[in-house]
């Protein structure tokens, strides 16, 4: 494979071949995944009581300061596979009993994504857990492939989202991309087990000193959506981590006090899903990418 990339939001026009790539991805044409195994650190109606088959992509399109998966975000490291080993991983994964098939930032890799997810049958729900930095054009791709959306809504201002992110379009793009899920997928479905079958599930993790933002993007999703038709999850876990000396408004934790009153602002616009309380701010969930599920590399 050898393409030149404008896939992502950015268009960088990168040139990627199966070995080698560009742009702020870093990543080649040919995803590289470093676990593909039940994961339970998601929301309960993604890792239920078997857990979620979480499929870990290296690289990333963002720049997060904060970000917790550094250690594969900001590099292209794991296995590389091509799309029917992509497709042998994701049976394999599925056969440990798990509820989902949660494929982990694969927005850069949404072309042999797409194409191992064409006619594969696995029987149980393909979850999209993304950053919700992604094109229209490139969800398009998933259509009728991936039955649960689950994006970040990271940011409500410019400034912040280029400051923190690289990425001054974020919010512009984030709710065009969270739009287009919802025309995909439409209202949540829950089935008998209380998992999540269909739909989208908006995440926001509240940052410091960004509590209005917080309310910001409830708003929108209160606002945009019928009633019921989309999950929120407000996440409190965000955890200070190494390199963040020139961010010193990062280097906090969220407080109670904000946490507090912004699950009373959630649940005031009568929003559905998740909340966290500030004792889930750890590292404990951040799985080993030590390549976890994965077949010996293809001879």
Same mark, same amino acid.
């Not at 969800?139 to 992110?165: H, I, T």
């Given at each position: 494979?050898?393409?030149?990339?404008?896939?992502?939001?950015?268009?960088?026009?990168?040139? %990627?071949?199966?070995?080698?790539?560009?742009?702020?991805?870093?990543?080649?044409?040919?995803?590289?995944?470093?676990?593909?195994?039940?994961?339970?650190?998601?929301?309960?109606?993604?890792? +239920?009581?078997? #857990?979620?088959?979480?499929?870990?992509?290296?690289?990333?399109?963002?720049?997060?300061?904060?970000?917790?998966? %550094?250690?594969?975000?900001?590099?292209?490291?794991?296995?590389?596979?091509?799309?029917?080993?992509? %497709?042998?991983?994701?049976?394999?994964?599925?056969?440990?009993?798990?509820?989902?098939?949660?494929?982990?930032?694969?927005?850069?890799?949404?072309?042999?994504?797409?194409?191992?997810?064409?006619?594969?049958?696995?029987?149980?729900?393909?979850?999209?857990?993304?950053?919700?930095?992604?094109?229209?054009?490139?969800? %398009?791709?998933?259509?009728?492939?991936?039955?649960?959306?689950?994006?970040?809504?990271?940011?409500?201002?410019?400034?912040?989202?280029?400051?923190?992110? !690289? $990425?001054?379009?974020?919010?512009?793009?984030?709710?065009? !991309?969270?739009?287009?899920?919802?025309?995909?997928?439409?209202?949540?479905?829950?089935? #008998?087990? +209380?998992?999540?079958?269909?739909?989208?599930?908006?995440?926001?993790?509240?940052?410091?000193?960004?509590?209005?933002? !917080?309310?910001?993007?409830?708003?929108?999703? $209160?606002?945009?959506?019928?009633? #019921?038709?989309?999950?929120?999850?407000?996440?409190?876990?965000?955890?200070?981590?190494? +390199?963040?000396?020139?961010?010193?408004?990062?280097?906090?934790?969220?407080?109670?006090?904000?946490?507090?009153?912004?699950?009373?602002?959630?649940?005031?616009?009568?929003?559905?899903?998740?909340?966290?309380?500030?004792?889930? $701010?750890?590292?404990?969930?951040?799985?080993?990418?030590?390549?976890?599920?994965?077949?010996?590399?293809? $001879?």
């Amino acid at each position: 494979m050898d393409m030149i990339c404008n896939d992502c939001p950015r268009r960088c026009g990168a040139r %990627r071949t199966d070995e080698t790539g560009g742009g702020v991805c870093l990543s080649p044409a040919l995803p590289r995944v470093t676990r593909a195994a039940p994961h339970f650190g998601e929301e309960p109606c993604i890792s +239920g009581t078997r #857990g979620s088959g979480a499929v870990f992509f290296s690289g990333c399109n963002l720049r997060c300061v904060f970000c917790q998966n %550094r250690e594969i975000s900001r590099k292209s490291t794991g296995q590389t596979l091509t799309v029917p080993a992509l %497709r042998e991983t994701l049976l394999r994964l599925r056969d440990t009993g798990v509820h989902n098939i949660n494929l982990v930032t694969g927005t850069h890799f949404v072309r042999p994504i797409a194409e191992a997810l064409s006619g594969l049958d696995l029987g149980i729900p393909v979850v999209w857990n993304s950053s919700g930095y992604e094109s229209v054009e490139s969800l %398009r791709l998933l259509d009728r492939l991936v039955q649960v959306y689950m994006p970040d809504f990271k940011y409500w201002k410019s400034e912040p989202a280029k400051r923190y992110s !690289a $990425a001054a379009d974020y919010p512009e793009v984030a709710k065009a !991309a969270i739009r287009e899920m919802y025309r995909q997928r439409g209202p949540v479905e829950l089935d #008998g087990e +209380g998992m999540l079958r269909s739909g989208v599930l908006i995440r926001h993790l509240i940052l410091p000193g960004q509590d209005l933002a !917080a309310m910001d993007v409830m708003d929108f999703a $209160a606002e945009e959506f019928p009633a #019921g038709s989309v999950l929120f999850s407000l996440m409190s876990q965000y955890t200070p981590m190494p +390199g963040l000396e020139r961010f010193p408004e990062l280097q906090g934790r969220v407080s109670p006090e904000t946490n507090d009153n912004l699950i009373a602002y959630m649940q005031k616009l009568g929003l559905e899903g998740y909340c966290q309380e500030p004792e889930a $701010a750890t590292g404990e969930m951040i799985p080993a990418f030590d390549g976890t599920g994965l077949s010996a590399p293809e $001879a």
